[in-house]
C-alpha cells in the first residue's frame, strides 16, 4: 500500500506549480483536486477513498491519473485539497457557505483521525498580493498557467478583501493545527516562487526520499503575472490604507 499525503491550503497558493514539480521524483505520485466536485461530508469520503486507491467516485480524468500513478512503481500517493476563502461569512470565518460546501472541518477531522496522513500545507504571506491573485484570475477567467492579459486591472472591494484575508487567515490557523497529529510541513509561496528547487526538495525530504532523485524542477506552468500588485489592483492605495485600519497585515 503507497503511503498518503495532502498538499492542503488556500486557493492562490501555487498549488499548481509546486504538485507539478514534485510529481517529478520518481518515488511521489501527486494527482490534481481529485475531490474538488465533490461537496461537504462526501469531499472527506471521496479523499479517503482516493488515497486508498480506489478512483471509482472521482471524475474520469482524475481517476486514469490515479491508476496511472499506482502503476508506476511510486511509494508516495497524495494530491491537493484547497478551500475558498470567502468574503461571505457571519460572525466568524468558520460559518461561510464556502468552507461548508469544501467541507473542511470534516476533511481536517478525517485527517487528524489518520495521523499516517503526511500534510504539506502551503501558504502565501503577502496580503496585497494574495488578493491581486484572487480577483485578476477570476477578471481573467484563467487560474493556472496562463499570463494575464497586458492591462487588465481590477478595482478590490476594501471590505471584501478585509473579510477574505480574515477567513484566509482562520483558514490557515485550523490547517496548521493539524501537525498535533500528522506529520506536518508549512511551506511558503514567496519561497517557493524565490527559488522553486530549495523548496520543492525541502517537501522531498519531509516525504523521506531522496532529493538527488528528482527528475527536473522545471515545469509547464508559467507565472501568471510578473509585476507586483500595484501594477494590478486599480485602487492600491485605498486598499493598502483600508488594510491597515482593519489591523490586516499587507
Known sequence: LMKGFLILGTQRTGSSAFAELLAMHPDIGCGWEWANRAGGRARARVAERALA??????????????????????????????FRASHVWVVHPRLSPSLWLDGLSYVLKWVEGHPDIHVIHLVRGDSLEWLKSKYMAKEAGTYAGTRYPTGLKVKIPVGDAIRRLQCKHWIDGRIQAVGRTNPYIQLSYEQFREDNSRVVKEAVRFLGCGPTSLRSTTGKLCRQSTESAVNYIANYQQLVKGLRSAGVPV
Request: hydrophobic share 40%; proline share 3%; glycine share 16%.
Open 53 to 82: 486507491g480506489d478512483g471509482s467516485e472521482l471524475p474520469a480524468k482524475h481517476a486514469r491519473q490515479l491508476y496511472d500513478i499506482l502503476g508506476s512503481g511510486a511509494s508516495w500517493l497524495g494530491f491537493r485539497l484547497l
